[in-house]
């Protein structure tokens, strides 16, 4: 798992964090 330690758009660091666990678990899509 791959996480950015830069600070960029948080919202477009949580998406990329949402996608990445959602590849491993299968979760229910959570807004």
Sequence with gaps: ???VVVPID???N???LVDELRERLPAP???
């Design 10 to 12: 948080y919202s477009e």
């Design 29 to 31: 899509q959570t807004p």
């Design 14 to 16: 949580t998406r990329v």
């Design 1 to 3: 798992m791959h996480l």
